[in-house]
C-alpha cells in the first residue's frame, strides 16, 4: 500500500476513535489557548434587569399535548410529547427558501459544544448553553432578558467525556428546569431567572457522575438521569415534585452490590443476568444520560439506557448473561417508577452500544393493525419499532451499515451476533464503533411521508482487549479515569496493526421505519453533523462540521438553501412563528470532547475556532454573520526535552489513557480543546502547573495528580513534544 493511502486510512481511523471515545461518556479538558478565543470562566454571568415583559402563557401537560393547536411556539424538547421534530409551520418552504436569512443572533460566549434545543413559549425563548448556564431572549429581537450560572465548579469538568454541554432546559408552570453538569437540578422563575429551588440528584459525589441531558416534565413531576459510565458509575433516573423539589422516585438501571438489599423488585430480576465478576465496584453504567419521553396515552416514561462500565462484558459480568438494563429501553410508570415492561437493544453489551438515543412516540398502522409506537435508532445500528402498549418489537431492520450482529431474530428479539467479529481474543474493526451508527443527535419524523430523517453514520473501531487482562486476566478499575476494558493506551498502534478500516462517512438518510428502505441518502464526508428538523414546508435543516446550516428538500435530499456560520454544529434546529413571520433557531458550536483530527483542514472548528452563537433566521433576514478569520495552526518550535525512547512510548500510553478523550488521538485536535502540539512557549513552561498543580482547572483542566505522578507528567510531555516535531517535519 502507498504510504498516503495509509496515512489516509489511518486518519480516518483515528478520527473514528477520537470521536468514539469521546462520544460515549466523559473526560478532561482545557490545556491550552492557541487559539484567538478567550477562555471561558465560570465566572457569574448574572440576573440583568428585565426591560421587556414576558408573557409566558401557563405550560402544562395539557399544552404540550394539544402543541399542534399552537404550531408556533415549541413547548417541549421534542416539541411535543411525542418528540417526533417534526414543525407544522410552512412558510418558509421549498418556494421561498431561497429568501431565508437571518434575523438576528446573539455571541454565546463559548467555545464549547452547545448542544442545546431552545424552548419557545409565546415571545420568549429559553436555552440552556456550555457549563448548564441558561438564557432567556425575546425571541423576536434576541434581547437578552436574564441569565442564569449554576456555578459549576471548573474541575467537574474532568468528569465529563464530551465537554462541559447541556443538550436544555424544561418549562412547565412558570418555571424553567435545568440540571448542572454536576448533578444538581434546578428549578427556576421563568419571568425572571431566579432560583427557586436547588436538589442534588447524586447518590455519591465522588463518584463521576455529570449530566448534560434535558429534564423532561409531565404530571407534577421532572425527570433526569445522569451520565458518567466510562469513569464508573451506577445510572438510574430520578422523578421529582416539580413544585417543591422533593424525590418521588428513583428507578437504578443495574444492580448494585448484592450484599445489599435490592433497592426496587426490578433489581432482583436484573441481578440474575450479572454472573461473576464484582461489577459494583466500578458501578455497572447503564446510564440515561439522554433520552427520558413522556408518554401521556399510557402515563409512562421511557427511559434509554447507556453501555455497561466497563464496556467488555468478559471483565464486567465473565460468566455472561444480559446484564439488564443495559442498553435497553425501560418503560416506566410515571407516577411510581415501577417497570412495565423492557427490550434489551444489546444483551450482554460489549461495545458501547447505548439505547440512549432520541425515542419518538407516534401512532401508525402496522401489517394492519393500529398501534401506538415507539422508534429508536441507537449506537448498534439497528432501528426499533416497539408497541408501546407492552413492550412488542414489531421491526428491527439495520438503518445503517452494522457487522457485529447479521438480524435480529423478531422470534427472540435478540440481535444475532457474528461470531467472527468477535474481539476477545483478536483484535477487529466493528462497525458501529462506539460513536453508534447515530448518536444523540435528533432524528425527524414526518408521519404523513412515514419517513424518519436519521443523522446517520459509519464510524468503525479496531477493538481489542485491554492489555493487563490479556496479560494478567485482571481488570483494576482506575478511578478518575476512563473504564472500557479495550486497547486504548496503544490504540494507534492496534488501529494500524488491524488492517484497513471500513470506511468512516456521515449519511443524512430519510428511512421508512416499517420497510427498513431508504427513501433517499446524502453522504457527507465527515459524520460528525447536528440534529434534525423536518418541517410541513418540505424542508430537512441540518447544520453540519463544516459550519453550513443547509435546508434540503424532504422528499429527495435535494440541497435547497445554504448559510455559511463558520461554526461547526451539532444542536437541532428548531422553528417558531410570532406575529405572523416563521423563524428557524439553531446553537452552533461543536465538540462533545476534541472530536476531530487538525489534520482536516475544512472544518469549521479547526478553521476558525468554535465561537458558540445562537442564529436566528427568517424570510428576507438580512443580517451579516461577520466572517471570523482563518487561524493560524503551524507547528511553532517546540522545547528542547531529554527524553529515552522508552520514556516516549510510556508517554504516549498514558497521553491516550489520560489525556487523548479530550486532547484527540496522536495528540491531533479537532478546535475545541487545544491541540497540544500548538502549545506556545510559555505554556510548556508550566506544563507541569497545568497537569499536576491544576492551574487552569476553571477551564475545565483539573488536576491529573490522582493519576500522573511528575515522572509520568515529563514523559506524556515529551510524548506531546515528539509528535509536535513529527508533524513539523513533515509539514515542511
Ligand atoms: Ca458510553
Known amino acids: 500500500m502507498k504510504p498516503v493511502t495509509r496515512n489516509a486510512l489511518i486518519l480516518a481511523a483515528v478520527i473514528t476513535v477520537v470521536i468514539a471515545i469521546l462520544l460515549s461518556n466523559n473526560l478532561s479538558n482545557n490545556l491550552t489557548n492557541n487559539s484567538q478565543q478567550p477562555i471561558e470562566e465560570t465566572t457569574e454571568v ?28 415549541w413547548l417541549a424538547y421534542g416539541r411535543t410529547y411525542e418528540e417526533q421534530r417534526f414543525s407544522p409551520l410552512d412558510q418558509i418552504n421549498t418556494e421561498s427558501v431561497s429568501k431565508l436569512g437571518l434575523a438576528w443572533f446573539v455571541d454565546m460566549r463559548s467555545n464549547r459544544a452547545l448542544e442545546a434545543t431552545p424552548i419557545i413559549v409565546d415571545n420568549m425563548m429559553f436555552v440552556s448553553s456550555a457549563w ?14 436574564w441569565s442564569f450560572d449554576p456555578k459549576v465548579p471548573g474541575a467537574w469538568a ?30 427556576l422563575d421563568a419571568a425572571s431567572g431566579k432560583q427557586l429551588w436547588e436538589v442534588n440528584t447524586l447518590i455519591d459525589r465522588e463518584r463521576d457522575y455529570t449530566i448534560t441531558g434535558a429534564p423532561r416534565v409531565a404530571n407534577g413531576k421532572v425527570f433526569i438521569g445522569n451520565g458518567g459510565a466510562e469513569y464508573g458509575v451506577r445510572g438510574y433516573v430520578t422523578a421529582y415534585d ?7 422516585w428513583r428507578f437504578y438501571t443495574v444492580p448494585g452490590d448484592p450484599s445489599l438489599p435490592f433497592e426496587h423488585p426490578e433489581m432482583e430480576m436484573a441481578a440474575k443476568t450479572w454472573k461473576g465478576g464484582e461489577w459494583w465496584k466500578i458501578g455497572g453504567g447503564g446510564t440515561v444520560w439522554n433520552s427520558i419521553v413522556y408518554d401521556p396515552d399510557f402515563n409512562n416514561v421511557y427511559i434509554g439506557v447507556g453501555n455497561g462500565s466497563p464496556w467488555t462484558r468478559v471483565i ?62 441507537p449506537k448498534n445500528g439497528f432501528f426499533y419499532v416497539i408497541d408501546r402498549s ?14 457485529w450482529a447479521t438480524h435480529v431474530d423478531m422470534e427472540t428479539g435478540r440481535p444475532v451476533e457474528d461470531p467472527a467479529l468477535d474481539y476477545i481474543t483478536e483484535t477487529k474493526w466493528i462497525l458501529p464503533g462506539p460513536l453508534g451508527g447515530h448518536n444523540w443527535q435528533a432524528m425527524s419524523y414526518d408521519k404523513e411521508k412515514g419517513l424518519m430523517y436519521i443523522p446517520a453514520m459509519e464510524s ?53 421505519p416499517l420497510t427498513g428502505k431508504e427513501a433517499w441518502a446524502v453522504e457527507q464526508l465527515h459524520y460528525w453533523n447536528g440534529g434534525l428538523l423536518a418541517t410541513k ?53 461543536t465538540g462533545g470532547g476534541d472530536l476531530f483530527s487538525g489534520e482536516v483542514p475544512n472544518l469549521a472548528s479547526v478553521k476558525y475556532g468554535n465561537f458558540g452563537k445562537l442564529l436566528v433566521f427568517k424570510l428576507n433576514g438580512n443580517v451579516e454573520l461577520p466572517a471570523p478569520t482563518v487561524i493560524d495552526r503551524s507547528i511553532p518550535e517546540q522545547p528542547d526535552l531529554q527524553a529515552s525512547a522508552e520514556d516516549i512510548n510510556r508517554g504516549e500510553r498514558l497521553y491516550h489513557e489520560t489525556c487523548a478523550v479530550c486532547h484527540g488521538l496522536a495528540v491531533k485536535a479537532g478546535g475545541v480543546i487545544p491541540d497540544l502540539r500548538l502549545m506556545s512557549g510559555a505554556k510548556h513552561e508550566i506544563f507541569n502547573k497545568i497537569v499536576l498543580d491544576g492551574v487552569l482547572a476553571v477551564n475545565g483542566m483539573a488536576s491529573f495528580a490522582d493519576l500522573i505522578d511528575e515522572g509520568d507528567a515529563n514523559r506524556i510531555h515529551a510524548y506531546v513534544v515528539s509528535r509536535a516535531n513529527e508533524d513539523k517535519a513533515a509539514a515542511q
Open 242 to 248: 416539580t413544585e417543591t423539589g422533593a424525590q418521588v
Open 460 to 512: 468503525p473501531l479496531a477493538y481489542a482487549m485491554n492489555d493487563e487482562w490479556k496479560n494478567t486476566g485482571t481488570y483494576k478499575r482506575v478511578v478518575g479515569g476512563w473504564n472500557t476494558g479495550i486497547e486504548l493506551g496503544r490504540i494507534v498502534q492496534v488501529m494500524a496493526d488491524a488492517g484497513d478500516p471500513p470506511k468512516a462517512r456521515g449519511i443524512l438518510k430519510a428511512f421508512d
Open 537 to 589: 414546508g418540505g424542508l430537512l435543516f441540518q447544520g453540519n462540521s463544516l459550519g453550513e446550516f443547509n435546508a434540503f428538500n424532504a422528499d429527495d435530499g435535494e440541497l435547497l438553501w445554504t448559510f455559511n456560520a463558520y461554526t461547526s454544529f451539532l444542536a437541532p434546529p428548531v422553528s417558531y412563528q410570532i406575529d405572523g413571520v416563521q423563524y428557524v433557531a439553531i446553537l452552533a458550536g
Open 46 to 73: 448574572g440576573n440583568t434587569a428585565i426591560e421587556f415583559v414576558p408573557t409566558i402563557g401557563l405550560i402544562d401537560e395539557e399544552r404540550i399535548n394539544n402543541a399542534d393547536k399552537e404550531p408556533g411556539n
Open 158 to 187: 474532568r468528569k465529563a467525556c464530551c465537554d462541559v454541554v447541556n443538550r436544555g432546559v424544561a418549562v412547565y408552570k412558570g418555571r424553567v428546569y435545568v440540571a448542572s453538569l454536576d448533578g444538581r437540578l434546578i428549578s
Open 132 to 145: 448548564s448556564r441558561v438564557y432567556a431572549f425575546n425571541a423576536v429581537t434576541g434581547e437578552e432578558i
Open 316 to 377: 464486567r459480568s465473565p460468566g455472561g448473561g444480559d446484564n439488564l438494563f443495559l442498553s435497553s429501553i425501560v418503560a416506566l410508570d410515571a407516577d411510581t417508577g415501577r417497570m412495565k415492561w423492557y427490550y434489551q437493544t444489546t444483551p450482554g453489551d460489549n461495545w458501547d452500544y447505548t439505547a440512549v438515543q432520541d425515542m419518538v412516540l407516534a401512532d401508525m398502522e402496522v401489517d394492519g393493525v393500529e398501534r401506538k409506537v415507539l422508534m429508536q435508532a
Open 390 to 403: 407492552n413492550g412488542e418489537l414489531l421491526r428491527a431492520h439495520k438503518y445503517v451499515a452494522a457487522n
